[in-house]
């Protein structure tokens, strides 16, 4: 007997579950520690943060824990739904780990442009710049991580290469 087939659409669906994880990670979570660190400045909390016996490195550090735990989260609601595209065929798991952990290391970085960003503003004037900088890497980053995990079985070796390069030097 003819046995039904059902169409593999894991891929397709994986990335568009994975977009939609990778725009809080890539643009929500760096845009509000931006926000965080500049209200610091203007909101005039800076000085009795700095009076404390806490350091400076207590402070990053404590921002970026508070961004990466959103972040946390957002990957525990939405991880289910990435493993999901799974059962529906088309896709491995060592892709679906890869793009998890690519997008981790990618929020963790854009955390870091976030607050290099935040704390050079010092005047309000010099927010918009901050902001579109963070923009700009923001954006840039999330339209690489949707473009290319999705994809990642039909890039060549010069793509690695490259895209490895560019890795090397932005780090």
Known sequence: YDQVRQPEIGDSMFGLF???????????????????????FV???WELLVVTPMGA???????V???????????????????????????GVVQIVTGLVLLAIM???LCHL??????LVRKAAW?????????????????VLIGVVPNVEELGAEVW?????CFGIGL
Do not use: D, H, N
Request: glycine content about 14%; charged content about 5%; hydrophobic content about 55%.
């Open 107 to 109: 929020s963790f970085s």
């Open 114 to 119: 976030a607050l290099f960003c935040g704390s």
């Open 65 to 91: 824990a508070s961004a990466m735990l959103q972040g946390a989260i957002f990957m525990a609601l939405l991880a289910p739904f990435l493993c999901f595209t799974w059962l529906l065929k088309g896709i």
């Open 57 to 63: 490195s207590k402070i990053v550090r404590g921002k």
């Open 43 to 45: 909101g005039s909390t």
């Open 18 to 40: 994975y977009a939609v994880l990778a725009f809080p990670l890539c643009v929500v979570i760096p845009f509000g520690l931006f926000r965080s660190m500049t209200s610091e």
């Open 127 to 143: 927010q918009g710049f901050g902001m579109i900088v963070l923009m700009i890497g923001s954006l840039f980053a999330w339209g």
């Open 161 to 165: 290469i490259g895209g490895g390069i």
